[in-house]
């Protein structure tokens, strides 16, 4: 399989390749240069398949360049019961109103992105040694993602992280998740500022290309085609656990913010999944929302973003989403440059003429809910279910209930735990005594010594913090 750029303009590249670069050479982002298809027979033959089973099929259509033996070892040692807790991995259960919910949060820090990010780890880990290569990760952080990428990296052979974090800006459990790893290879810097200003630190870094080449510096970020490869194995296994034939069809609802996790539904449905309807749920930063409904893409500005109580998904400008424009014009790279430059330009664009195609042929819809929205959901789903979900959950139940039509079988993915975020479960349950159920392993976390080292708001700080890491480890 080899992967090509949304631009058209990169040489193509192995799958290896792709999962250690993050952007192709031309700007834009790597895909397979198609999708393989899955035929009814197959199918049926994967519906009893265990997790591991399941992804080793599924991954190995697009991991070619991996020896298979190996890439069985690396998954059935990343989809373990003692990381996701169950042997199901990602186990559904039904509400009473028949939404139906897949368990993505599991895993070591309780939200989604551990579902790939712990793959990732041993796949860098095995390619590394394989090419006997070193590399150092930089990312910026404002929670989920860097936890997940420090909790599968810790300890990996020739790998270093280094997480910027805004100083004083994350939970008080999101940091103890990541200031408490003992781990040599993982480094976390608190930058006086804002995520904004640690995201600019970072590509600072990278675009100096001396820096970036002598030091080996690489991301994970959430554009990395590893992150969304193996994303698509957990709709085929929510897909089976919700029927009894291929003849049925469902749709999955998908708290959305970079486009990650929906877009690995769009190619599991491109690939053949019998998958109804992709409903993106968008929080108060509605700019998926709005293309859905309308066909114009218009990001927007970090000022023009809000700060919610779905934090994951605060985000104005989708990474993910010219993959999926590069599909719905029939991968047309000269188009996909074209609106691209537009959008570099601080423009949008205008794609309404093919909004049917958009919602017929791809079966995408959304909505967007609110504040208000989320805690009611919470408190709903807590009385009427006994079920505790987390806010961005519930942004996706809300949707899900807003949207589904009848009939409609509609799997919600749960994209976190509500451990990680208490004072938004406290005030959807105001005055209620609720024990928020935290995993064995996290108890006492906040109480854990921290590893962290604070640093001003400045590239040449965390360069030279870096330098002294590295030279002196050498
Ligand atoms: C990252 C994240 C999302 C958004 O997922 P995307 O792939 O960026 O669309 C939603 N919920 C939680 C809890 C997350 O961590």
Redesign the pocket.
């Known amino acids: 399989m080899k992967y090509i750029s949304t631009r058209g303009q990169s040489q193509a590249r192995t799958f290896s390749q792709a999962l250690l670069t993050g952007l192709a050479e031309d700007g834009g982002l790597l895909l397979p240069e198609e999708y393989p298809q899955i035929d009814d027979m197959t199918l049926h033959q994967w519906r009893e398949l265990s997790y591991p089973d399941l992804a080793f099929e599924i991954i190995s259509l697009f991991a070619t360049d991996i020896d298979r033996d190996d890439l069985k070892g690396i998954i059935a040692k990343t989809y373990a019961t003692q990381t996701f807790g169950t042997s199901d991995v990602t186990p559904v259960r039904t509400l009473s109103n028949g939404l139906k919910i897949e368990a993505l949060?599991n895993g070591p820090t309780l939200?989604?992105?551990d579902m790939a990010m712990q793959l990732l780890g041993h796949l860098f880990e095995y390619v590394l040694s394989r090419d006997q290569q070193y590399l150092n990760i930089i990312g910026a952080t404002s929670?989920?993602?860097g936890s997940?990428a420090e909790y599968a990296l810790r300890g990996k052979q020739r790998v270093n992280v280094f997480m910027l974090s805004p100083h004083g800006r994350m939970s008080d459990f999101q940091r103890a998740q990541m200031y408490s790893l003992p781990d040599h290879n993982i480094y976390n810097i608190a930058v006086k500022g804002m995520f904004d200003d640690c995201q600019d630190i970072v590509k600072a870094l990278h675009n100096d290309a001396d820096f970036k080449q002598h030091y080996h510096l690489s991301t994970v970020n959430?554009i990395n085609w590893g992150r969304i490869m193996a994303?698509i194995v957990y709709y085929f296994k929510g897909y089976f656990a919700a029927t009894l034939s291929n003849e049925q069809k469902v749709s999955f609802c998908?708290?959305?913010?970079?486009?990650?996790?929906?877009?690995a539904g769009h190619i599991a449905r491109s690939m053949g999944l019998p998958i109804h309807r992709l409903m993106v749920a968008t929080n108060e930063n509605d700019v998926l929302d709005e293309f859905f409904r309308s066909g114009r893409y218009v990001p927007r500005t970090a000022d023009q973003t809000f700060v919610t109580s779905?934090p994951?998904?605060d985000?104005s400008k989708?990474?993910?989403f010219e993959r999926f424009i590069f599909d719905l014009l029939d991968r047309d790279a000269a188009k996909v440059r074209q609106l691209w430059a537009q959008i570099s330009q601080g423009q949008g664009f205008d794609l309404s003429d093919l909004l049917d195609k958009i919602h017929h042929r791809y079966g995408f819809v959304s909505a967007k809910s609110t504040h208000s929205d989320r805690l009611k959901t919470i408190a709903y789903l807590y009385r009427e279910e006994n079920d505790l979900i987390?806010p961005?959950?519930a942004d996706g139940i809300k949707v899900a209930l807003a949207l589904r039509e009848a009939g409609e079988v509609v799997i919600c993915l749960e994209?976190?735990l509500a451990a990680?975020f208490e004072s938004t479960i406290h005030e959807a349950l105001p005055g209620e005594k609720i024990n928020i159920p935290r995993p064995e392993a996290l108890a006492g976390l906040e109480d854990l010594p921290q590893r962290v080292v604070v640093l001003d708001n400045d590239a040449s700080a965390v360069k030279n913090y870096i330098r002294q890491q590295l030279d002196q480890s050498v």
């Open positions: 949060s939200a989604f992105k929670g989920d993602t997940a959430s994303q998908v708290p959305s913010g970079n486009f990650g996790n929906v877009l779905s994951s998904m985000i989708a990474s993910n987390d961005h959950t994209t976190a990680k």
